[in-house]
């Protein structure tokens, strides 16, 4: 399907003019165009769903001009992020991305890809991992890079998936940074939900976001070096811990870029790891990734409106982990419920990644809530408004009784 | 232990000093220990046996040898090569501190985090250059000799060379820094003219570790001296193809 004469219309204005430009699209759709502004010079596709939309959406403009890119079509996912590894290596700013399985098929190049300091962007279309097949979200896809390198960001719009991905770029290709960038959406509910978004003019990225810049890492033959030695014990130690220093540096480099892009684009979004929703004097706070904040936002204005101190604390930043915004907006409250779109089996406590990481982040801090977690929404079943207001429920009680009955719930399993 | 023809006084030339007293043991034989895996059934290893049984018993008795040899193919032939060793082609030299070559081993300098390029990246070696850290030392067997005479230019080894050994000399010919040399005989072997590039045991040479001939200067000091200890060494060259002999 080519563009529109309508889109062709709006995509003109952006390439050409000053102002943004508001349309209708699916998540997907909204990183294609964020690719085009960034101009990315190569892209490796490979299909699976539901990351699969923003291959096709980033294919149409290639074919109708609008963006130029080397648009490769992989043998299949290791080779897709195999082929972005090599291209970033030789100074190509790179786009790829997955979904579930076809993620970890390609295991071996994304640690490469972290580990040899590249800093290509992925879109990580959640989805739960087979088997059992499923088509629908879950985080535990992306979940299994937190430990290798990848800084992790979630979504919950369009527009903020347009947006993290100008920012993903600027801060993955930081000198202080050079990692990569994993964006997370929800599967379904955000790959392929339509949402309304605005299209910022090209101009306004070029000022934002620099071309990329490998320095004295970019593979040519004017440049001799060796990439991806066999180090063993005597250099290992020492690469590890450069990589450790510039996930600390990310989250330096996170504030700085999320600051520039509201002084470039006029959108803030504040706190650029977390999302606080009405935690202000909150006695119980749910915590989430991605989309689950619809539903939970809802409930919180609904038991708000009848006077329940309620809040919500939604995470973008997973890696690097936001431990002090963690510390400072849960550390006082009386109940902290975690829900969980993922599973950490035989974790410390049998609940879900996150649940573990807000725990641990919480110990050294001066008050420590109480803790519960939800661990729900599995495979892309739905959490809709009554079980985020069940959830609440459940947490308001705890913290009426100042004491958990049940630490981890599976929410809603059929007994 | 190491297994030669040449006396352990004739090997401390080669083997670099130690700060600690230690037993050399030869083992008179065509191979080197390190050769088991090119040449495995030459006797080397019954020899090498034989040689353990008479200076280490506490390790290997001759019975636990004789027992082992026994249970393979061609016992008594393999028997007799260890007992041969046991006898007569075991010679023992006590080698003081410092006794050898001339050498100081310093530790390699390991840089820290913040020097290193990130990623693990290494600056690459320039064109014509070459690591000095990375030389073969004492470790090749077999070394080219280059009869210049000969050559045609045809350049295939300094093509072939893993080590990019060769040299371009400005009349085109093609000169092995020996010191770089692992002595794996692949020049010898794509060399298209017959004894032009030969493998020579490293016994043979005075020079060594450190210190190795430059054999296109004594060839263009001395051309007649050159073809003549060419020519000497002609008769040991160990032959790399029976295709080209």
Known sequence: MSVTALESKRLEAVLKGDEEVEVVGTGTDAVAYALMLADIDVTSAYPIRPYGGVMQTVARLIADGYMKAEYIVAAHEHDQFEIVKHASAVGARTFVGSSGVGWLLAIEAIVAISTDRYPVVALIGNRALDDPGAYGVEHNDALMVRDVGWLLVWVDTAQEALDTTLIAYRVAEDPRVMLPVGISMDGAFLTHSEHVFKIPPKSKVQKFLPPYDLGNRKLHPSNVISVAPQVNEDWVTEIRKQMDEAMKNARKVIEEVYRDFAKIFGRDYGNPFVEPYMVEDADVVMVGMGTVSKPIKEAVRRLRAKGEKVGFLRIRWFRPFPTDDIIRYLSDVKVVAVVDRDYSFGSPFDGGAVFTEIRSALYEAEHRPLMMNFIGGLGGREITYNDAINMFNMALDAARKGKVEQRVIWYGVRE | ?245
């Open chain 2, 1 to 245: 232990m190491v297994s030669k023809r040449s006396p352990p006084d004739e090997l401390l030339k080669f083997i670099p000093a130690r700060d600690s007293p230690y037993t050399l043991v030869v083992v008179y034989g065509e191979r080197s220990i390190g050769d088991f895996w090119t040449f495995p059934d030459d006797g080397t290893v019954e020899r090498v046996l034989g040689a353990i049984a008479k200076v280490m018993p506490n390790i290997l008795t001759l019975d636990d040898v004789k027992k082992y040899l026994e249970s393979l193919d061609k016992p008594s032939e393999r028997v007799n090569r260890a007992l041969e060793a046991y006898q007569s082609l075991v010679k023992l030299r006590e080698v003081k501190p410092g006794e050898g070559l001339p050498y100081k081993y310093e530790p390699p300098h390991l840089p820290g985090w913040k020097d290193m390029m990130i990623g693990g990246a290494i600056p690459g070696l320039k064109p014509n250059q070459r690591n000095p850290y990375f030389t073969g030392g004492t470790a090749k067997h077999y070394r080219p000799v280059i009869n210049f005479d000969k050559c045609i230019k045809c350049s295939l080894c300094w093509e072939y060379c893993p080590d990019s050994v060769f040299d371009v000399t400005p009349d085109g010919y093609f000169n092995p820094a020996l010191a770089y040399c692992k002595g794996c005989g692949i020049c010898a072997e794509v060399c298209p003219v017959p004894d032009t590039i030969i493998m020579v045991d490293e016994m043979e040479f005075e020079d060594g570790y450190g210190k190795f001939i430059d054999e296109y200067r004594a060839w263009k000091e001395n051309r007649e001296a050159y073809r003549k200890w060419f020519e000497s060494l002609l008769p040991k060259a160990q032959v790399i193809s029976v295709r080209k002999r």
